[in-house]
């Protein structure tokens, strides 16, 4: 049984005529072939080489005819289901349907001083147990909720934080690579039942390193499910023009398609845009903002005129705090993913870029993924809710509505009732103490945190494995020289005190 | 000056301002077909540079007019460079800088930031580049002299590599003679603090000011000597 | 030169079916003919008589037959311009592009303690000229406050109109409550201003005696019509989405009808603030998703009629702070009520529903605006920037496009760079004071407070014309039983206090 998700009823938000699709099209397939792609292995080259396109084996340059690319786009599926740990949890990307998934960043934030700090193992534990208890998150995906935690090395966050997410979360899951990870990171999928998601980033402009080649190779031969994405900065790594960037960002995606394909033919590939425009005084990606929603449009119409499934609307604000400036920036992305489309969108719990989480910040956007769900449903249009008998019956004031069994009837359905957010009027906010949703949410993310369970729990044997992988991912590192002997001294501490539940 | 030399500088400062990179380097060729001191040729584009600069930090010019402004220089440099060598002229330099995303990472944008800027501000710099390994750090520290170790990591996978060329430095008995600044979305000051660096800077144009402090105030003053 | 906001690049989106909104018309069209609505003016009901409508005169009872309701809706204009004395701030209002202005607050609210209270005359004056100086209200409603202490309730809308007229030449609109406007458009007129009427529906299906005076003051002075409805969904509307949209259109269509019979072409925008019940604490849910399902297709059934829509629901929002509730609150209908092809949207300074606003939120909220505005203009597809050859001469790493003119030239027009927000990087944020998108508006406001007037100011004569006016409208609501002694009294203290009595 699988998680329905969202579906759309109705069409999406278009921004691009026919005609600009065309063009954009047309401009991607010539960067394509006219251009190509750097890919730095081997491997890949000659897969490429002996699937009809031109290689430059000295620069590493790749260019694709355009028959091979629309074959490739061809192949991928356009509607595909993902299983997750507890069938239950599984979903269909494709389509009409939107899921919404929690946003990572680095490290918690206190809610006074709002700034960072590296979370403890519990907070990293706790905070999984919040995620997996939200309504709304359909997907904790990788480095949720944090890249890591105090103690363990920084090779090993990924390898711990998945199996962190295993344990914790029977939702579906994601791993990112680094350092040849994935090796583990499959495997412990694979121990629990579980698909993965894995991105292919292209280091752009238009570049794909061994590491990364390496992780999509894995991934692909073990049959999960592949993302490729661009992670361009418009004007910095890509054209400052958002139809620039598009082509840019799309070649680098395509390309990624393109190998998964040739790897693997029918490989679910979802594409991903993570392109954010420069801050042209900082030089950091300008989080939070218009453009963004703008080239995410753009992205959705043009993906799924393919007819591949998207993910994106990744709300990162620039904002440190809960606060009005954090509220529009996710909102207006979020909905403007909602509504031309995405089929996957991060939302619930970022703060600043993608170095701050908090589960307060998760629960409250929880609502706005649950408010964008209702809207997504549309309404219904027929002789019941047109009302015009209902409406001649009340007739002018002095008549109303409120004793209507219509009214019973529909009332909730048009509206959406948040959970954490302030409903009451001024007399009752005063009264009960002047409640922001920050300090509503917070109430509420204790309760989930101290009430819920992961359903169902790993089973001993499964328990048992994901333990077994962690400890090779150890030694693997350990060996490699990629632990020092300090972090490996208080990690083995971290890992024999009262902190550790595991093993 | 010659009115046809003074034309040619002014030529070499409004390709600068007009962020022109093959005026520049006609510029350049001209001043020193025409007898120009290729060291005051220089001079004059650092100017500019300095005053593009300027208008950066008042928030009436923004970064991609300080790099297209770095392009025009970088692209006129190594002509004058290359009559100063002839002549035997020391090029004037703030100081030498290595640069490189550290070994795991593939990061480059940040970094590529970072060194066209310092090289327009007047550092001479070599980039490594990505992935770079300690060993190569230190051997291209050496060979060029260092004064300044700029390394970038965004990962925090890979954050960890940059405590362990410090450390690598130190094996070697060069730490005393380097200073080491670091960079990347993930790196904080607590962070550079605990692995011994010396300064840390989150944005490209604050990168530059905090090398100008790491080598001393006074390296304005050194280079105009 | 005029006030045109932001022109759409894209289609509207459309949350329902060519066929649904036809079947919404065709309840509109029912319920008017065989419900009706009951107008509360003798006068409007012989207009109405006289024009094929069925009336009942004892009910006040009046049925509306389609093809008088259809003919009427054709003569409309889609698109009007609304003059002002100062040419650059006309506003052109129409269905290609979209505009934005001010939600109003009763009071102001203190950014510390979130408790509000009445404005003062000098703050009432200063959320004006915020409001005059942002680039993104492209008119003014009524209020933006209720008026300020010491002032007696039926003058305080008209004092507010005078300080807006005086402090701002953005156009305005006036209230139609017990008559005020009779005054208040006259006061426009002398400072050589336009100002929209403003009839308000009763809800349900009801049009009162002084909104609909409103009407008649429209056509004879030919003023434009800014046609409000503010129905609550499930108590004075039907719970259903479609059904409310009917009974929203069925009461303001009888305004539209009046003007048209009364004035054949005369302009006319509706304006919709439509919310769903709180359905625990009987108040207006605000900010519940149900306005934005609401506005969507209230939005598409108006733009089938040709008609200005104006979205009022997207202001208002149920949180008492200026925080993340009340940003997503007020942000997602006013994006949606936007890409679903509203004419104009209200978003700035409000707070908590229509009971406080702030000049800082009214900053805040025109970054919002522009964001928004921004995006319904949609993506440029040309030969430059798609920039293939560009991508092709860069290559793959270790090239960039930082140094490119092609990035100087573009990167300015395609982002928006906030004007509020904290744009920082964490340490510069630490280093410079952790400032959040509160403060920098607050210092915003001050520059806009000590460097802004209006443009060009008020000749003497024409704030004499204006205080002349108001005094006759003193002593006609003391004569006529609006004003109480005391509150007199209280008035007349204030009044010398300002050195105007």
């Given amino acids: 049984m699988a998680v329905k998700g969202f579906v759309r009823n109705m069409k999406p938000l278009d921004v691009l005529t026919g005609e600009q699709l065309e063009e954009i099209h047309s401009a991607t397939l010539h960067v394509l072939r006219k251009t190509g792609v750097r890919f730095d292995s081997t491997r890949a080259l000659e897969l490429f080489e002996k699937n009809g396109c031109r290689v430059n084996h000295d620069t590493n340059r790749v260019r694709f005819p355009e028959g091979l690319v629309e074959e490739c786009l061809r192949k991928a599926p356009s509607r595909f289901h993902v299983r997750a740990r507890n069938p239950e949890n599984d979903m269909v990307w494709g389509g009409n349907t939107t899921y919404f998934q929690a946003l990572s960043g680095m490290r918690t934030v206190d809610l006074n001083t709002w700034e960072p700090r590296t979370p403890t193992r519990e907070e990293y534990y706790d905070a999984i147990t919040v995620l997996d208890g939200l309504e709304n998150v359909s997907i904790v995906p990788w480095y949720t909720p944090w890249f890591g935690f105090k103690h363990i090395p920084p090779v090993m966050a990924m390898p711990e934080g998945l199996a962190a997410r295993l344990r914790n979360t029977s939702k579906f899951t994601c791993a990112g690579y680094s350092m040849g990870c994935e090796l583990f990171n499959i495997q412990m999928a694979q121990a629990v039942g579980a698909e993965l998601r894995t991105m292919m980033a292209a280091s752009p402009p238009l570049t794909f390193y061994e590491e990364t080649i390496d992780a999509a190779f894995r991934i692909v031969e073990a049959g999960f499910v592949l993302l490729p994405t661009s992670g361009s900065v418009y004007g910095g790594t890509a054209p400052a023009t958002i139809a620039g960037s598009l082509v840019s960002g799309n070649a680098e995606i395509m390309a990624g398609l393109v190998f998964a394909q040739l790897v693997r033919p029918g490989t679910r590939v979802i594409a991903q845009d993570f392109s954010f425009p420069q801050n042209m005084r900082t030089g950091a990606p300008a989080f939070g903002s218009m453009e963004i929603s703008l080239h995410q449009a753009a992205f959705n119409q043009i993906w799924h005129g393919y007819g591949i499934p998207t993910d994106g609307g990744v709300c990162y604000p620039n904002s440190k705090k809960i606060d009005y400036q954090a509220g529009y920036e996710k909102a207006i992305i979020a909905t403007i993913g909602a509504l031309s489309g995405t089929n996957t969108i991060w939302i619930q719990g970022a703060l600043y870029g993608e170095l701050a989480f908090h589960p307060v910040q998760a629960v409250i956007d929880d609502d706005i993924a649950g408010m964008l769900g209702r809207f997504l449903q549309g309404i219904e249009v027929n002789d019941e809710t047109l009302a015009v008998g209902v409406i001649d019956e009340v007739g002018p004031i002095p008549g109303h509505y409120l004793n209507q069994p219509h009214t019973r009837k529909w009332w909730k359905k048009e509206q959406f009732i948040p959970r954490a957010s302030d409903r009451l009027t001024h007399p009752e906010w005063l009264k009960q103490g002047k409640k922001d949703c920050i300090a509503i949410a917070k109430e509420r993310c204790e309760q989930i945190r101290s009430c819920h369970r992961v359903s169902p729990p790993l089973t001993e044997s499964q328990e048992q494995d994901i333990e077994r992988i962690v400890k090779e991912a150890r030694n693997f590192y350990r060996k490699k020289g990629l632990i020092s002997d300090i972090e490996w001294e208080n990690y083995q501490k971290d890992i024999a005190s009262p902190n550790y539940p595991y093993g | 000056m010659t009115d046809e030399q003074k034309g040619i500088i002014e030529n070499l400062r409004k390709a600068i301002f007009e962020y022109n990179a093959k005026l520049a380097k006609e510029s350049a060729t001209q001043a020193i077909e025409k007898g120009i001191d290729p060291v005051e040729a220089m001079n004059v584009m650092t100017v500019a540079i300095r005053e593009i600069g300027d208008a950066f930090e008042k928030g009436e010019l923004w970064l991609p007019d300080l790099v297209g402004a770095s392009d025009a220089m970088q692209a006129a440099s190594p002509v004058l460079e290359e009559e100063m060598k002839r002549k035997g002229l020391q090029k004037e330099s703030l100081g030498t800088v290595v640069a490189g995303t550290v070994f795991g990472d593939i990061h480059s944008i940040g970094k590529t930031m970072v060194t066209t800027l310092l090289t327009a501000a007047g550092f001479h710099v070599e980039d490594l580049g990505v992935n770079v390994k300690a060993e190569a750090f230190i051997e291209a520290i050496q060979k060029h002299g260092a004064d300044l170790l700029a390394m970038s990591a965004l990962m925090t996978t890979t954050m960890a590599e940059q405590e362990k060329v410090i450390e690598a430095l130190k094996r070697e008995g060069i730490r005393e003679r380097v200073k080491v600044m670091v960079g990347g979305a993930a790196v904080t000051d607590e962070f550079a603090e605990d692995i011994g660096a010396d300064g840390f800077e989150p944005t490209a144009p604050g990168a530059v000011e905090l090398a100008k402090k790491l080598l001393g105030r006074n390296t304005e003053e050194r280079a105009k000597k | ?501």
């Fill in chain 3, 1 to 501: 030169m005029a006030l045109r906001g932001f022109l759409r690049s894209f289609k509207p989106f459309e949350l329902i079916t060519e066929e649904q909104v036809e079947q919404i018309h065709e309840g509109t069209l029912d319920v008017l003919a065989n419900t009706g609505a009951k107008i509360y003016n003798d006068e409007a009901l012989k207009v109405f008589k006289k024009n094929d409508c069925r009336v009942d005169f004892d009910e006040k009872l009046v049925r509306f037959p389609p093809a008088v309701v259809e003919e009427c809706l054709r003569i409309c204009p889609s698109s009007f311009r609304v003059r002002s004395r100062n040419p650059d701030h006309d506003l052109v209002l129409g269905l290609d592009h979209v505009v934005f202005f001010n939600f109003p607050g009763r009071d102001i609210v203190d950014l510390t303690t979130w408790e509000s209270r009445p404005p003062s005359r000098k703050e009432h004056i200063d959320l004006v000229t915020v409001l005059d100086a942002l680039p993104t209200v492209h008119f003014l409603n009524n209020y933006p406050y209720f008026g300020y202490s010491g002032i007696p309730e039926n003058m305080k809308e008209m004092e507010g109109a005078a300080i807006r007229l005086a402090h701002s030449t953005k156009v305005t609109m006036e209230i139609a409550n017990n008559d005020i406007d009779r005054f208040t458009f006259r006061m426009a007129k002398a400072i050589g201003t336009e100002i929209f009427a403003n009839p308000n529906t009763s809800s349900p299906l009801t049009c009162y005696t002084d909104q609909t005076n409103a009407c008649f003051l429209a056509a004879e002075h030919d003023l434009p019509s800014m046609i409000w409805d503010g129905a609550t969904a499930g108590s004075t509307a039907p719970a259903s989405i479609a059904g409310a949209v009917i009974a929203s259109n069925a009461e303001v269509i009888p305004y539209i009808v009046l003007l048209q019979l009364l004035k054949p072409g005369a302009r006319v925008a509706v304006a919709n603030l439509v919310l769903p019940q709180n359905m625990k604490t009987g108040a207006p849910a605000f900010g519940d998703i149900g306005v934005s399902l609401h506005l969507a297709a209230y939005n598409q059934v108006w733009r089938r009629y040709g008609i200005p829509m104006v979205a009022s629901s997207s202001g208002v929002s149920n949180s008492k702070v200026i925080g993340f509730q009340l940003a997503y609150e007020k942000t997602i209908p006013s994006l949606i009520a936007a890409l679903s092809g509203s004419s104009a949207v209200q978003i700035h300074s409000s707070v908590y529903g229509e009971i406080t606003a702030h000049p800082v939120q009214a900053i805040l909220d025109d970054d919002i605006a522009h964001m928004i505005g921004r995006f319904v203009e949609g993506i440029v597809v040309s030969e430059d920037s798609l920039a293939v050859d560009l991508i092709n001469t860069v290559g793959p790493i270790p090239g960039h496009f930082l140094g490119q003119a092609h990035t100087r030239r573009w990167w300015n027009r395609e982002q928006y760079v906030t004007g509020s927000a904290d744009r920082l990087t964490y340490p510069e944020w630490k280093s410079g004071g952790k400032k959040n998108d509160i403060e920098y508006a607050k210092e915003r406001m001050e520059e806009i407070l000590s460097t802004h007037t209006a443009h060009p100011p008020l000749t003497p004569g024409a704030e004499q014309e204006i205080e002349k006016i108001l005094q006759e409208a003193r002593e006609y609501f003391k004569k006529n039983g609006y004003i109480s002694s005391s509150e007199w009294q209280e008035y007349m203290k204030t009044l010398q206090t300002e050195g105007r009595a």
